[in-house]
């Protein structure tokens, strides 16, 4: 069986991302980070992914984007938006460098475990306002990771998967319903609390309410209120 | 003036790297890891060097480069080599995707400090074995840096600085001379003890021992016996 690494939020997307990795007969060494996040609802809720998908391996690393600030997810001091996403305005909810950092470690960890792929559920549509989620952007970094490790000069061919990208919400739940994900185990929301209860009212709550509107997909998400 | 992040190891080329940032007029944010080192001289040789050549700030973030395992510098199980450099041999203490994660840690604090310039003082010469210490990787690198950030968006130029890429371990030590780096302050060595006196033995020794031969500078390097 091939390996691959899989970079797991706890979230829809990298669940839904996990389930297409497994449906391709992928091996699924998963991938989270604890990185300075206001709750750890959305650890808690990768491991039950992870665990329900039948990963054969679930790792958390902690990083410490926190030390840098400059983010809403990762700075107190940075109010989270409830007043919806606008057009062209990169949210401040962007984590400076985050998808970067991250996709630096799995490759890390693909190039210890031999494995040539790496799936990330990065989104070009619903957020279309953060830099590291555009196919330019993961064109290029595949292009610098091939050059950056001892694999890679050896001929491994890194591949960097992401099978959600051009897709809507909406089809991404319906993607990962067929594929059996369970999205009462998943969490959206920024201000989630200790028990993985969503606000309701943040911008990742509502494009997650919406999409399963446009999915015709009862939502199975748990609100505060 | 003008803001760069410099990653600063606590050896000898790092250090020499600040000194050139600082004498072209750079205001040097310094950028070391906790890392899984087996040791934690190189770290206090950093903060010495940042201090001495009048770094703005210093700061350690740590990071788990160790929970992958992978080399000898963070798996125990592994031997540090004593036996010389191999010709076209990547060494067992190439460290899994080493510099893309710290050059990712570099971008996140440019983007949130506003700096549009990184250094890093790979060398292609002595360390050929590293992949990612090759001009075409942090060309790449450069390239997906550009993509991968808010700042990059709204216009920034990133541009990440290897002065000493194509030099000798012996021309670096003629430079960093020059500009008034200590070089009794920096540590090399793979396995340096807990006050931070130098093995002799490996290779990291060794080629550090005939640089300052090659460069007809007294070698300043304390070791243990």
């Not at 808690?44 to 997810?73: M, N, P, Q, W």
């Not at 919806?84 to 985050?98: D, E, F, K, L």
């Not at 490790?149 to 990962?176: D, M, R, Y």
Request: charged content about 20%; hydrophobic content about 40%; some cysteine.
């Amino acid at each position: 069986m091939k390996k691959a690494v899989i970079l797991l939020s706890g979230g829809l997307d990298s669940a839904t991302c996990l389930a297409i990795a497994k449906s391709q007969g992928y091996e699924a060494y998963c991938l989270s980070f604890d990185y300075g996040q206001r709750h750890n609802a959305e650890l808690a809720a990768a491991a039950r992914v992870a665990k329900t998908l039948g990963a054969a391996e679930h790792r958390v690393v902690k990083i410490d984007l926190a030390a840098f600030g400059g983010s809403a997810l990762t700075d107190a001091n940075i109010p989270v938006p409830t007043d919806g996403v606008q057009g062209n305005v990169i949210p401040v909810t962007y984590v400076p460098a985050r998808n970067t950092v991250m996709l630096s470690y799995a490759l890390a960890w693909s190039e210890v475990l031999g494995a040539d792929d790496i799936f990330i559920g990065v989104n070009a549509v619903d957020y279309s306002g953060y830099p590291d989620c555009r196919p330019e952007f993961i064109s290029a970094y595949q292009v610098m990771a091939r050059l950056a490790t001892k694999a890679g000069v050896e001929g491994a061919s890194l591949h960097i998967h992401t099978p959600l990208i051009f897709l809507s919400k909406g089809q991404i739940i319906q993607k990962g319903t067929a594929l059996g994900v369970d999205y009462g185990q998943t969490v959206t929301c920024y201000k989630a609390d200790s028990e993985g209860r969503a606000c309701g009212e943040c911008d990742a709550c509502r494009l997650r309410r919406a999409g399963f509107e446009a999915a015709g997909v009862t939502d199975p998400t748990r609100y505060a209120r």
